[in-house]
């Protein structure tokens, strides 16, 4: 594809960084958002999300006059679609409404020979289901589904495989599974990628495409299922479960994961559900996988409760009114800003709900805390050091680098060093006085 102009529709954690990596090797590129806010910011050359190195790419796409942000899509040669696949209602069905709108916004500048490419991860079948839906608002173009390899518009699937905080290294080294809908649009989304993309571009067909992204993050939900399974089962038996997975982890041919409070993100906390979705009977291992990683939060809180009741017991003057619970961590993973499908958000949420004394959240990477947390109060780690039980969630690098609290603690990510078990056999004992 020579000099083409390429549309990003959706600017957030995947599309700003790769609108800003097209237009980083002089390409055109046109982004789009219903973010007003959003628009504005990225036309200042400036940006709404953090990412390291994000802001140094698009202040000079837009300074070079190569990226500029628009809420309404533009006539171009190629669309990437970006936007966010959510569930509908409390039964874990997908919304692909976002994508449905994406699709009815674009189709009016569509032009033959353009290709649309969905990023968005998705349930199997959803790229063709955005041809259907092209397809039904411009009958004047052909579609893959009917025309095949004649088609006017090319149909293709890439799911984005980028890790927070290393994006734009990612997006340039990853290998790229691409999924035309015929081998033409295959061949089309090859040579769009390979513009700034050094890795691989592997080719399949658009449901193959679609069930790798979710097989690579169901699979590594199924490994943290088993990590947090294991705490759970270790806390019962008074066992320190991070030397057990250290200890486990000199064999040669085990690698277990590190236990947390949960999942979170927008890949492994929704992607093993749009199997699931498909095929209910059959994913049994992956729905009991989601279901341990989506009761964890629970047993977390149930471990503050008892913290609580600790500390009461220790202070018989004081009621639950006087303990202030600080809570360490609201992103889904350590040392980024993204607290989308965030364990650690829910925990802090329930707590500030139900807990009367108050709830304190300590979140280096955010400047406000989100409307749920409206209940709770952002502090530094130095403002939480007068609270009386201590909750880590997530392991920022600045908490590993504080002072170890001295009261209750509640520790999901052992960075806090654990006190001295009492010897089994003098733990029964006393439980027998």
């Known amino acids: 594809m020579t000099s083409p102009t390429i549309s990003v529709i959706g600017l957030g954690y995947i599309g700003l960084p790769t609108a800003a990596m097209f237009a980083s090797r002089k390409v055109k590129v046109i982004g789009v958002d219903v973010n007003v806010k959003a628009v504005e910011t990225i036309n200042r050359g400036e940006i709404h999300i953090v990412e390291p190195d994000l802001d140094i790419a698009v202040h000079a796409a ?27 209602g409390d039964d874990h069905d997908p919304d692909l409404s976002y994508i449905e709108a994406a699709a009815r916004a674009i189709a009016p500048v569509l032009q033959a ?81 390979k513009i700034f993309v050094d890795g691989e571009c ?24 088993f990590a947090n399974e294991l705490s759970i089962i270790c806390d019962k038996l008074d066992i320190d479960v991070w030397e057990l997975i250290a200890l486990a982890n000199r064999h040669p041919r085990v690698n277990i994961l590190q236990p947390g409070p949960g999942v979170g993100g927008h890949c492994i906390a929704v992607d093993p559900w749009f199997i699931v979705s498909k095929t209910p009977e059959e994913a049994r291992l992956i729905r009991t996988a989601r279901e341990v990683n989506d009761s964890k939060p629970h047993w977390v809180l149930d471990k503050v409760k008892e913290a609580v009741a600790r500390h009461l017991d220790a202070n018989p003057g004081q009621s639950e009114a006087d303990v202030t619970i600080a809570c ?29 004394g108050q709830v304190l959240a300590v979140e280096p990477n955010i400047t406000t805390l989100p409307p749920k947390l409206v209940k709770a109060a952002l502090v530094s780690v130095g403002d939480a050091a007068h609270a009386q039980v201590h909750v880590m969630l997530v392991d920022h690098r600045e908490f590993k680098d504080a002072a170890v609290p001295t009261k209750s603690v509640v520790d999901v990510r052992g960075v806090w060093p654990r006190p001295p078990a009492v010897p089994r056999q003098n733990a029964d004992l006393a439980l027998q006085c």
């Open 202 to 225: 592997v080719v399949t067909n658009a449901r193959t495409a679609e069930m790798a992204k979710l097989t690579e993050n169901s699979f590594r939900d199924v490994n943290i299922a």
């Open 328 to 356: 360490y961590g609201l992103a889904f993973k350590p040392d980024i800003d993204d607290l989308r499908e965030s364990p650690a958000v829910e925990i802090v949420k329930a707590l500030a709900e139900t807990h009367p």
């Open 62 to 88: 837009v300074t070079e006059g190569f990226l500029h942000a628009t809420t309404t899509p533009e006539p171009a040669d190629a669309f990437l679609i970006a936007v966010p696949t959510p569930f509908r």
């Open 113 to 193: 020979g353009n290709l649309v490419v969905l990023e968005s991860t998705s349930p199997v079948g959803a790229t063709e289901q955005l041809a259907e839906w092209l397809a039904a608002a411009r009958p004047d173009l052909s579609f893959p589904q009917a025309a095949g390899e004649a088609s006017d518009i090319r149909v293709a699937h890439c799911p984005e495989r980028v890790l927070p905080g290393k994006v734009m290294q990612e997006l340039i080294h990853n290998d790229r599974v691409i999924g035309g809908m015929t081998p033409k649009c295959s061949a089309a989304a090859v040579a769009l990628y």
